[in-house]
């Protein structure tokens, strides 16, 4: 969790950093990330080696922290790759503001078609992008959600655990009781056999 947290910090860092540095803070944000992964390997190995009244709840945590780091691996990738198209849209410009034309230059046609297909294509990547967030961010919800339910299921078991260990309780109180009953009326049905056998001993 701590790294993640790092690594969320990182990420914000990216916004402002200048072109010299942006490619130093990728590349420690990837190194980052695949060393999470790596741990998560490890902890995957970990939690399946839990008692398993906890494996389940383990494992949980252990998915949860590894699509928060896809989620994070996505966030980065997206960056990078407004990040290209930005740098080739100045590269092009640049070389279109510092070219030199003459007279019946053959290459001073714009390419219209060319330009709209290709400004096409990008909204439909940054559509498909922006769906994929969203279906990401609906699939964190769900996963959330349903780590509520477990932990509201897991409560209630450990109630009716604590309340069959109550009733189990009770029920040897009440046979230790019943045991000790019986013996008593026993006790009482030999005295009073006793005691009639001397008043009819003595009185007759």
């Known amino acids: 969790n701590r790294q993640v947290h ?5 990420m914000g860092h990216l916004e402002t950093s200048d072109k010299e540095s942006v490619h130093l803070v990728e590349n420690e944000i990837q190194a ?6 790596s741990n998560l390997e490890r902890l995957e190995i970990l939690s399946s080696k839990e008692p398993p ?4 709840s383990a494992k949980l945590r252990v998915d949860q922290l590894k699509y ?7 966030a980065l990738r997206n960056f ?3 990040r290209y198209l930005r740098e080739q849209q100045e590269r ?3 070389e279109l503001l510092a070219r030199t034309f003459t007279t019946n230059d053959s290459d001073t046609t714009i390419p219209i078609d060319e330009t709209l297909q290709f400004n096409e294509s990008l909204q439909s990547a940054h559509r498909g992008m922006d769906e994929l ?12 959600d349903q780590r509520v339910t477990l932990k509201g299921t897991h409560k209630k078991i450990l109630d009716v655990a604590n309340m069959l260990g109550l009733s189990n309780t ?3 109180l009440i046979e230790k009781r019943a045991f000790q009953d019986k013996f008593l009326m026993l006790g009482g049905m030999a005295v009073t056999c006793l005691i009639m056998f001397l008043v009819v001993q003595y009185l007759t």
């Open 68 to 74: 928060d780091v896809q989620h994070l691996q996505t």
């Open 6 to 10: 790092e690594v969320q910090s990182y």
């Open 32 to 37: 980052r990330i695949d060393n999470i992964f």
């Open 53 to 56: 009244n906890k494996r389940q």
């Open 170 to 172: 009770v029920m040897r």
């Open 80 to 82: 990078q790759h407004r």
């Open 92 to 94: 092009q410009r640049e």
């Open 133 to 144: 967030i969203g279906s990401g961010t609906n699939i964190l919800a769900g996963l959330r």
